[in-house]
Nanobody, 115 residues
């Protein structure tokens, strides 16, 4: 069964940067879009960024201008470059690949922004 494996989380100071990566363990066909979500303690999961198979991107207002999503449909990978990080970006980040036949989720990676 194909799994999504995330990497790149960790502890960073405010104003710092992190790059999250997500790769599929096998081949995923017919990808519609790829996403990054996050969930902070006591809060619902929220959409952070999205990229369609055609390359169109969309961002939550809270991360616009600071985060950049990129994806490679052929390699089944999606990344999230996070700059100018703030304490309120602290959360578990999840990647999601939405294919025409099913949805795939990563296990989550912790991002902590603190001095």
């Amino acid at each position: 069964q194909v799994q999504l494996v995330e990497s790149g989380g960790g502890l960073v100071q405010p104003g710092g940067s992190l790059r999250l990566s997500c790769a599929a363990s096998g081949n995923i066909r017919s990808i519609k879009a790829m996403y990054w979500y996050r969930q902070a303690p006591g809060k619902p999961r929220e959409l952070v960024a999205a990229i369609t198979s055609g390359g169109s991107t969309n961002y939550a207002d809270s991360v616009k201008g600071r985060f950049t999503i990129s994806g490679d449909n052929a390699k089944n990978t999606v990344a999230l470059q996070m700059n100018s990080l703030k304490p309120e970006d602290t959360a578990v980040y999840y990647c999601n690949i939405d294919a025409w036949y099913r949805d795939y989720w990563g296990q989550g990676t912790q991002v902590t922004v603190s001095s």
